[in-house]
């Protein structure tokens, strides 16, 4: 399986594709928002983990643009974000991102369950 992480923060996406490697998943990551659809359209991620707040492009243009391309509108999206506010969650939800984590909310195993969660992989003990 072939996760994007789109994060801008280098230590956060470097603790992230070390935790998705260990566990298995192919990565490749994102630094800002510009990037996401060459590399979605590329690298054809099973699932896209998308922080918000970006450099160049936010998350949330991010994630309408990918929902309203054909190529890639089925790829599922995580949103992992700083951002806490309802309207923020109700937003991303109801563009078709399939969960939404506050970053300081969860740890990072939780964040692992759910993307295995969302991609139908059996839970390891």
């Known amino acids: 399986m072939r996760i994007l992480i789109v994060e801008d923060e280098e230590v956060l996406s470097k603790v992230l594709r070390e935790k998705f490697e260990n566990e298995g998943f192919e990565t490749e990551v994102a630094t800002?928002?510009?990037m996401v659809?060459?590399?979605?359209?590329?690298?054809k991620p099973d699932l896209v983990l998308l922080d918000l707040l970006l450099p160049k492009k936010l998350g949330i243009e991010v994630l309408k643009e990918m929902k309203l391309d054909a190529e890639v509108k089925d790829v599922k999206v995580l949103v992992l974000s700083n951002l806490d506010d309802d309207q923020?969650?109700?937003t991303a939800l109801a563009l078709g991102a399939v969960d939404y984590f506050v970053k300081t909310q969860h740890p990072l195993k939780e964040i692992v369950e759910k993307v295995k969660e969302h991609l139908l992989i059996p839970k390891t003990k």
């Not at 659809?37 to 690298?43: A, F, G, Q």
Request: glycine letters at 8%; charged letters at 55%.
């Open 32 to 34: 800002d928002g510009e």
């Open 37 to 43: 659809m060459d590399m979605v359209k590329k690298t």
């Open 88 to 90: 923020d969650i109700k």
